[in-house]
């Protein structure tokens, strides 16, 4: 019974984080901005874009997720103290998509040379797009506060590996979008992009309350009902004395 509720409550966590990690990196209401970027190169140059792009994102998620623990304490900030900031952050970052418009758009910079080739072109658009569109577009501080503070759970469950694989598989489903590109957006249309959007919105704001409620209940209970109980026990101990 008890191995049963341990791999329940280890397929939870990996579960939310891949579900929360997939609507903060938000690959759906990024796509009109990463097509409006690629819209003048061919299919194969896109594709290898959005390769180099997700090859980033996972390279910067793994970053945080492997070194998240080092940071905070190279900063001196309390897990529990980060994970109230990031539910407040998450949370409004949940309402933001779900009230968003979804009518970004911005303009990859002129100067393209028509004679280069597929790869070397697709090398020159990543140059001009990593930044924003890796970061901070896809890897916001939204994305960073949910990675380190799932990396910290799994850490302390074993389950670093797990989460690690979890990663890989959000990435190449950011890839499959981006590579899609126009045709999914054509199939979807702006209705069915907009309705998915804010569904991932939602769960990005559950999650965000989440993180406060946790990080709250952790702090009343390590810190302020065990100073409380001193205190109890030393009025007991004067009254005994008197």
């Known amino acids: 019974m008890s191995t049963a509720i341990s791999h329940a409550v280890e397929w939870g966590l990996l ?15 990024m ?6 970027y690629v819209s003048l190169e061919n299919r194969r140059v896109q ?21 998240g623990d080092s940071i905070l304490q190279f900063f001196g900030v309390s897990l529990n103290s980060f994970r109230i900031a990031g539910g407040i ?7 933001n ?18 004679d280069l080739n597929d790869i070397l072109l697709a090398r020159s658009v990543y140059r001009k797009i990593v930044v924003p569109m890796a970061m901070p577009l896809l890897v916001g501080p939204g994305v960073i506060a949910n ?14 590996f797990q989460l690690v694989v979890v990663t890989l598989i959000v990435s190449i489903l950011v890839f499959g979008i981006l590579a899609a590109g126009k045709t999914l957006q054509k ?3 702006k209705t069915g992009l907009s309705i998915l959007q804010r569904v991932m919105g939602l769960f990005v704001a559950a999650i965000g309350v989440q993180f406060v409620v946790t990080g709250v209940l952790d702090i009343f209970t390590l810190r302020i009902l065990p100073e409380l109980d001193r205190k109890s026990t030393r009025l007991n101990s004067s009254h005994l004395v008197i």
Request: proline share 4%; hydrophobic share 55%; charged share 10%.
């Open 47 to 67: 594709q290898i874009v959005a390769f180099y792009v997700s090859v980033t994102v996972l390279v910067l998620l793994l970053i945080f997720a492997l070194l």
């Open 147 to 160: 990675v380190i503070l799932s990396a910290s759970e799994a850490a302390k469950k074993q389950m670093l």
């Open 187 to 189: 199939l979807l249309g």
């Open 31 to 36: 796509l009109p901005i990463f097509v409006n």
């Open 89 to 95: 952050l998450l949370l409004g970052i949940g309402i």
């Open 15 to 29: 579960r939310n984080y891949g579900i929360t990690l997939f609507a903060l990196l938000n690959p759906l209401g």
């Open 97 to 114: 998509i779900v009230n968003s418009t979804g009518d970004a758009s911005i303009t990859l910079p002129s100067g393209r040379d028509e």
